[in-house]
C-alpha cells in the first residue's frame, strides 16, 4: 500500500458477496463490479436457484458474454466466482464435483423466504447437514445469511436469533468447515466472529458502515435505503465499523450489491436491496478515511478475503484520489433504471482512472 494525504494505491480488490442478476439486469449491472473488482462471489438466488454444476457453469458463461458485450470491458481479467445454492435436497456429490472441479468457490445457506428469491431455500439446516458435512471433509467454503424466518421474532432481531439457535450450534458441530458470515449487522455478529476460531469469517456491506435504520424513515418512507438483513441501530453500525476497520483478517469487503429497477423499489411491496456497486470502494474508503484507519484498508478490501479462501492475492492495483465525487441520483443504462447508494451525496474519495 502506499499513501499520501491525498491518495491511496491498494491492491485490487474483490468483492466477496455480490448480485450480478440475470438478463437485462446482468447486462446492464455486471460492468459496474467489474471496473472495480479483480473477483466476485456472484449470489446463486436467480429464479430459478443456481443449484446445480450445470447451472453455475451456464450463469458463468452468461456473466462472461455481458462483460464482453460492454465495449469498455472487453480486455477485462474479471473473474466472477460462483456459488452454489443450497435446497433441501442438494445432491452432494453434485456441489463436491462441482467444487473439486473450479465450477464451484463456495455453497450458501439462505434460510428459506429469508430474502429476496429465497423461497427454495433450506426450511430446516438438519436436512442438509450430510451436505455440510461433505462440505467440510474437502474445505469447500458455506457462506450463511444468518437470519431466522420465524413470524415471532422481531426483524430487528434475528440475526442474533440465528447466532445462537442455529449458527454457534452449526460451528460448535463443525468445527472444520469454513464459513463466511455474510452482510453482518449487529454487534452480535462481531462478537460472535471474534471469539470464534480461524474457519469463521464475515463480510460487511458499505450500507451498514454508513446507514442505521432510520435512514428508512427519515421524513417519509425511504424504500432505497431498504435491504435484508435491515440496517439496525446506531451502537451496531459502530461495531461495524470498528470491526471492519480493526485490521482484524477475519473480516473483509462483501458489497451485497442487489440491484433493483426503481419501479421494484417504489411499489406496494418494495424488494430489498441496495445498489452500490457504481461507488463501492469509494464509499468504503470514505468509511475508512472518517475513522482514521486508512492503512487498514488493503488487507479490508484485497487481502484478506483471498487468504480466507485460499486464493491468490492480486497482482494489479487501483488508487484512490482524496476528491469529492457527486453521485447521482439515478443511473439508466440500457433502459433500466436504477437508484444507486448514495444517491445525490457526496463522497471524499474517487477512484483515478
Not at 456472484?42 to 450445470?54: D, E, G, K, R, Y
Request: aromatic content about 8%; some cysteine.
Amino acid at each position: 500500500m502506499n499513501q499520501s494525504p491525498d491518495t491511496l494505491t491498494i491492491r485490487q480488490p474483490d468483492d466477496w458477496h455480490v448480485h450480478l442478476r440475470d438478463g437485462d439486469m446482468l447486462q446492464s449491472v455486471a460492468a459496474f463490479t467489474a471496473r472495480q473488482f479483480a473477483r466476485a462471489i456472484v449470489m446463486p438466488n436467480l429464479s430459478p436457484p443456481v443449484s446445480t454444476t450445470a447451472a453455475a457453469k451456464a450463469y458463468h458463461e452468461r456473466i462472461l458474454v455481458a462483460l464482453k458485450q460492454d465495449l469498455n470491458l472487453q480486455n477485462s481479467n474479471f473473474t466472477p466466482l460462483m456459488t452454489c445454492y443450497l435446497t433441501d435436497t442438494t445432491d452432494a456429490d453434485d456441489i463436491a464435483h462441482g467444487f473439486e472441479s473450479g465450477v464451484f468457490t463456495a455453497a450458501k445457506l439462505y434460510p428459506a423466504n429469508a430474502t429476496t428469491n429465497s423461497a427454495h431455500g433450506v426450511s430446516n439446516i438438519a436436512n442438509i447437514m450430510p451436505v455440510l458435512e461433505r462440505m467440510a471433509d474437502i474445505g469447500m467454503p458455506l457462506l450463511v445469511h444468518g437470519e431466522v424466518t420465524d413470524n415471532d421474532v422481531d426483524i430487528f432481531d434475528r440475526e442474533a436469533v440465528f447466532i445462537e439457535h442455529i449458527l454457534s450450534k452449526l460451528v460448535d458441530t463443525l468445527p472444520e468447515l469454513k464459513v463466511v458470515f455474510e452482510h453482518i449487522t449487529t454487534a452480535d455478529a462481531v462478537d460472535f466472529v471474534n471469539a470464534s476460531g480461524p474457519n469463521i469469517g464475515a463480510t460487511i456491506t458499505p450500507q451498514h458502515l454508513h446507514i442505521n435504520r432510520n435512514a428508512m424513515f427519515q421524513g417519509g418512507i425511504r424504500p432505497h435505503a431498504y435491504c435484508l438483513p435491515v440496517a439496525k441501530r446506531e451502537q451496531h453500525r459502530l461495531a461495524l465499523r470498528k470491526a471492519a476497520t480493526s485490521g482484524s483478517a477475519k473480516y473483509f469487503l462483501g458489497t451485497d450489491s442487489a440491484p433493483h429497477e426503481i419501479h421494484a423499489k417504489e411499489s406496494a411491496c418494495g424488494c430489498a436491496g441496495i445498489f452500490n456497486a457504481p461507488f463501492a470502494l469509494e464509499s468504503y474508503a470514505t468509511v475508512f478515511d472518517e475513522e482514521d484507519a486508512l492503512d487498514k484498508l488493503e488487507a479490508f478490501a484485497s487481502e484478506n478475503g483471498p487468504n480466507f479462501y485460499g486464493l491468490p492475492l492480486n497482482e494489479g492495483k487501483v488508487t484512490l484520489l482524496r476528491s469529492a465525487i457527486a453521485v447521482p441520483q439515478l443511473i439508466e443504462v440500457g433502459g433500466t433504471k436504477i437508484v444507486p447508494f448514495h444517491a445525490g451525496q457526496k463522497l471524499n474519495w474517487q477512484i483515478v482512472e
